[in-house]
């Protein structure tokens, strides 16, 4: 981090106070270059995953460089139109849900795509051919950093099953539906490149079957690093690896199809970072605990998903390294590193979590009625308050008090 981040990030935590989240606009715009640099040889659009971040002003940025946004609920799609984003550049894929919320997303004007054989059922029913509409497929492959972020393997939630295609052609003949886009999702923080294109190799095969198709949706599942020794997914090899994928079909079956992804901690996860200050800190026989004035409730990747996140001590940087657990400030067991090697940590100092921007505010909650942080955007240099901290107010506002 250099000297003119870390300044601002200090008086980002003056004036708003902590804990707070911070993000880099020029970040955001520097992994979307990345991605333009990568694709470049495809017919390719990039719909940013909504669900990492949804505060609008971010939505707002993302789409004012050139990206859709893709949306996995009725309210993130409203939240995207309501940034200013049109519904011809917004993707709705979701799951498990109410066809009636499928309805809505297709009234609003989205691309949509559809992950269950009754829902389909239930949309050729509806609009037969009237309206173009993409299938999420499960291609039963293994991939990601963890079994909780993976979504492609034959046990997973997500999408129909590639042995139920059989059943969705059937489906498609009997509603003459317009199915011009194949979707698959193989999961989170997946580096190899040969996931990607053996993902694409699967659609690829299904090519023949649908003669209205125009896009292959590959999802996202870029890896960001995370630890110091960590590599991302090597962008440019697999922009070459699926321009030379693509061209193939070309070939094969003469029909250009456009390749859409939906990056969403691409985008924003090193953009982001969460600032604490330490409350306390407990010396104990083993171990030397510093809490810090948040939580799970606001930074739950850690406990949820044993995720590491760098951590800086701002107000003491160059100070001697000891070994501390970092821990939060909820009735819960709260840790977001344990035996970590930092510089030398007091009471008052500002600690920043690095790669904090995807998921972070995101899955934040009030749990133990503590006030959810607010959030800050560095966007040409200067500090902008793009969400207040809550109040009591919030805490309490859509409590209904029945008992005198």
């Known amino acids: 981090m250099n000297e003119h981040l870390k300044n601002q990030l200090l008086q980002a935590a003056n004036r708003f106070g902590t804990p707070l989240y911070v993000y880099h606009a020029g970040t955001i715009e520097q992994q979307y270059n990345k991605l333009k640099e990568a694709f470049a040889g495809l017919k390719y659009r990039i719909f940013y995953a909504s669900k990492a971040l949804t505060n609008i002003s971010i939505l707002r940025f993302i789409n004012s460089l050139g990206a859709g946004i893709d949306c996995s609920s009725i309210n993130e799609l409203k939240m995207a139109l309501h940034a200013g984003c049109a519904a011809s550049n917004i993707l709705y894929t979701s799951n498990g849900i109410a066809f009636e919320e499928i309805s809505e997303a297709v009234d609003l004007g989205a691309h949509v795509n559809i992950d269950s054989l009754s829902n389909l059922k239930k949309f050729g029913e509806k609009y037969k051919n009237s309206y173009p509409v993409g299938i999420r497929l499960r291609p039963n492959i293994l991939a990601g950093g963890n079994l909780k972020i993976s979504t492609g393997h034959d046990k997973s939630k997500f999408g129909i099953p590639i042995e139920q295609i059989n059943e969705v052609i059937q489906i498609a003949e009997m509603y003459d539906l317009q199915i011009t886009c194949l979707h698959i999702h193989t999961g989170s923080e997946i580096k190899d490149v040969e996931v990607f294109i053996k993902g694409l ?147 008052g100092n500002l600690l920043a979590f690095l790669n904090a921007g995807a998921y972070g505010f995101e899955m934040s909650s009030n749990f133990n009625s503590r006030y959810k ?32």
């Open 201 to 347: 190799q699967v659609l690829f095969e299904l090519i023949p079957l649908f003669p209205k198709l125009k896009v292959i949706d590959l999802g996202g599942g870029f890896k960001v690093p995370y630890k110091p020794e960590e590599q991302g997914t090597p962008m440019l090899e697999l922009g070459k690896a699926l321009e030379k994928a693509v061209q193939e079909v070309v070939t094969v079956y003469g029909k250009e199809l456009e390749v859409w992804f939906e990056p969403g901690k691409f985008m924003v996860s090193e953009a982001g970072y969460f600032l604490t200050e330490v409350n306390v800190i407990k010396e104990t026989k083993n171990v030397t605990f510093v809490g810090v004035n948040s939580g799970f409730n606001h930074l739950i990747r850690p406990m949820f998903y044993d995720a590491y996140h760098s951590i800086m001590n701002l107000s003491n940087p160059n100070g001697h390294p000891h070994k501390y657990t970092v821990v939060g400030n909820i009735c819960e067991t709260d840790t977001f590193a344990w035996d970590r090697e930092l510089p030398e940590i007091k009471e």
């Open 373 to 404: 942080p607010a959030e800050v955007l560095i966007l040409q240099d200067q500090l902008h308050l793009i969400r207040k901290r809550d109040t009591w107010e919030d805490l309490i506002k859509q409590q209904i008090q029945v008992i005198e």
